[in-house]
């Protein structure tokens, strides 16, 4: 991680955050204060530590669409997408997030993932006309809410935070001005969003109906990818196994829960915490995959050891019958 440590953690009041997020700063001194200046559109993100990846050639686009569940054929310039690979049982494996600038496809995936995620792209090359580069070394993500006027504009694409993501030379970060949010901000809006992240709120299971992805990442109108038969399947028959939800979290507990803490319907463990944060205006909530056929009405227990439980209460985020995505959009 040595390598993606932020010139930005230098900043006062800088706190770098732990886990997959180390490298950046996890606030500033306050990530309430940080969410409400990113949702009035004068704070970015430092997304640093994220790994990124360059594919160019003249076919990056009709391969990427061969290999993928998301369409690329005729895919414009400037215009953000999502793209997952999966297993041949239609498991996720890599979650790719990137813009094409008419002559290379940019993406950043989550921090570690490049040398699997470039290696296996590599062996999927054969006569293709594309070069694959890890630039993470180079190159470097931030985040900042609302359109991309101003920016790098054939590096930069929407996404579905409401935000737009801008690829810009490491070198240049030490420079930026405004305001910095941290990743602890950032991460109780994607809450919020019902977005989510790859290796925080999915497991080696996952499979992309679960998780809000189909019309996301998921294209449901282009031809055969690995994995297709799997997705085509659980969306034409409905009813995934689990089903991703948005957790309110009781406040009077003064703790979030941790990655991977058990959520209860009664005595039965029906599945378990991903990702959460404190939001400004919605207080403690979470992304938790829970069993299909627990009663979205019921009120449910997040249990760790030595920890008090905290009651939790489901908001949909994917439909137990169909599998489509109802989040909302910021």
Known sequence: MSRKRSPLLDRPGAVEA??????????????????????????????????????TGP????WLHALTTQYFEGLKPGTSTTALLLSPTGHVEHVMYGVDDGETFWLHTEPGAVEALVDWLQKMVFMSRVEIADVTDDYAIIWRPGTAEGEHLTRTGEDSLGG????????????LEGQAAGVWAYEALRIEAGAPRFGLDTDERAIPNELGWLGVGVHLNKGCYRGQ?????????????RRLVRLHLD????????????????????????????????????????????????????VAEDQPTVKASQELLVDPEVGLHVRSRL
């Open 18 to 55: 732990d886990g997959i997020d180390a490298g950046v700063a996890a606030h500033y001194g306050s990530d309430l204060r940080e969410q409400r200046a990113l949702v009035a559109g004068e704070a970015f993100v430092d997304l640093s530590h994220r790994d990124v990846v360059t594919i």
């Open 59 to 62: 076919d990056r686009l009709t």
């Open 164 to 175: 737009h993501e801008v690829f810009l030379p490491r070198a240049e970060l030490a420079g």
């Open 229 to 241: 038969e799997t997705v085509a399947r659980v969306h034409n028959l409905g009813r995934p196994p």
């Open 251 to 302: 406040g009077s507990v003064d703790r979030l829960p941790a990655h991977g803490d058990a959520v209860l319907a009664g005595e039965k463990q029906v599945g378990a915490i991903g990702s959460a944060a404190r939001h400004h205006e919605l207080g403690p909530i979470a992304l938790a995959i829970v069993k299909r056929n627990v009663d979205p009405e019921a009120v449910l227990d997040v």
